[in-house]
């Protein structure tokens, strides 16, 4: 049975919590995709240093307890912030469900928790709208990692982006706060699409720039690019690093960057930077199917304009077979904004019961939807 072509509005708010991504798209949960607006909001300074400050002081499911009363007053001024732009979109907008993803402020698979900060039953309240949120809930509750959930996204926009090109392998690397990769499955079968957090993204990066300046990340990569590279320095962190065999997912709480105490400014960013870089490419070295003609690898994300990241990515990167570097918006999709569109699909296929986690891409058991639904129409 056909289904009908819902106006879903996606809101995500990533690991640098500078503000949130908005998207309003069309969509069936299925194959129809089209992009309606997309839009960024900058949070209230008091906003973001909450949030920041909070982050910063989780570190366990104990944390959350012990910061149980400041957490409720974030959350509450969070979804107010979510609420009162949902309402300016509404006057020019229909909107028929909102997937609100909230600000992950712990997330461990281990402890069978992802936490995100964000009211779905006060936002659906304040809007008057079908809200779905909490989407990795049920994902972890069935032997999940709770991510990545982009995954089906990608399988989606892919097949525009493979249209001419049937037999060139297609991975997605979406760089955010964590990197994570999307592997495409030739046919597009969605039970066979592959999903793994392969490293850090922005987050070392953003975390020594904001720790080390006014500044809070490094734009376009030129603060790396005027450093000098501690090689003592990086090929000890690289020896001491506990690489994983990517079958778990990651958090920022995963990284530090002590490794870079004693560097000044400039040559911390660009040796974390390179750091960065070398986790990122050994991820794609040991994900990439072997003897592929040619690999297609499409970045996308706030990481993929740091050109200088993306160079020594490339650098990294096994030659020994065929590969092009792409970024997103090479294929008119605008990569700002593929994360926040991707929540707004989740929430439809969520609306239809239709599967958000796979086995291939959270290890989940069985493919299954996700996602609290809450209409206070």
């Keep these: 049975m056909k289904k009908k072509i819902l106006n879903c509005l996606g809101m995500m708010s990533g690991t640098s919590m500078d503000g949130v991504d908005i998207s309003l798209i069309k969509t069936d949960g299925e194959n129809f995709f089209e992009s309606i607006i997309d839009k960024y909001y ?48 509404k006057s020019n907008f229909e909107i028929d469900v909102v997937g609100f993803h909230g600000q992950t402020i712990f997330h461990s698979p281990k402890n069978k928790i992802s936490f995100q900060i964000g009211d779905g039953n006060l936002l659906a309240q304040l809007i008057k709208k079908k809200v779905v949120f909490n989407f990795r809930k049920n994902d972890i509750d069935h032997s999940g990692q709770g991510a990545p959930l982009t995954p089906i996204f990608h399988n989606l926009i892919s097949k525009k982006i493979n249209e001419k090109n049937k037999n060139i392998s297609i991975y997605l690397i979406n760089i955010g706060g964590i990197t994570n990769l999307t592997k495409i499955a030739k046919n597009f079968d969605e039970n066979f699409m592959e999903g793994y957090d392969i490293g850090p993204g922005n987050c070392l990066i953003d975390n020594w720039v904001r720790k080390n300046s006014r500044f809070k990340y490094d734009e376009n990569g030129k603060i790396a690019s005027l450093g000098k590279l501690n090689e003592l320095t990086l090929n000890q962190a690289i020896d001491n690093f506990e690489f994983n065999d990517f079958k778990n997912s990651l958090d920022i709480n995963d990284f530090d960057i002590s490794f870079l105490r004693g560097l000044d400014f400039e040559e911390g960013c660009t040796t974390v930077t390179e750091f960065t870089a070398y986790l990122i490419a050994n991820g794609i070295n040991n994900l990439r199917n072997k003897n592929d003609d040619l690999d297609l690898f499409i970045f996308c994300g706030g990481g993929r304009k740091n050109n200088f990241l993306i160079k020594r990515i490339e650098n990294y990167i096994n030659n020994d077979q065929g590969f092009i570097l792409k970024n997103i918006d090479d294929y008119n999709l605008d990569g700002d904004f593929i994360e926040s569109q991707a929540f707004g699909y989740l929430a439809a296929r969520s609306i239809y019961n239709l599967p958000i986690s796979f086995p291939k891409t959270t290890r989940c058991l069985k493919s299954i939807s996700g996602g609290e639904i809450v209409d206070n129409n």
């Design 42 to 89: 900058e949070f209230p300074d008091n906003l973001y240093d909450g949030l920041i400050k909070i982050r910063e002081t989780i570190n366990s499911k104990e944390d959350l307890k012990i910061q149980k009363n400041g957490i409720r007053n974030l959350e509450k001024q969070f979804t107010l912030f979510h609420a009162s732009l949902i309402d300016d979109l």
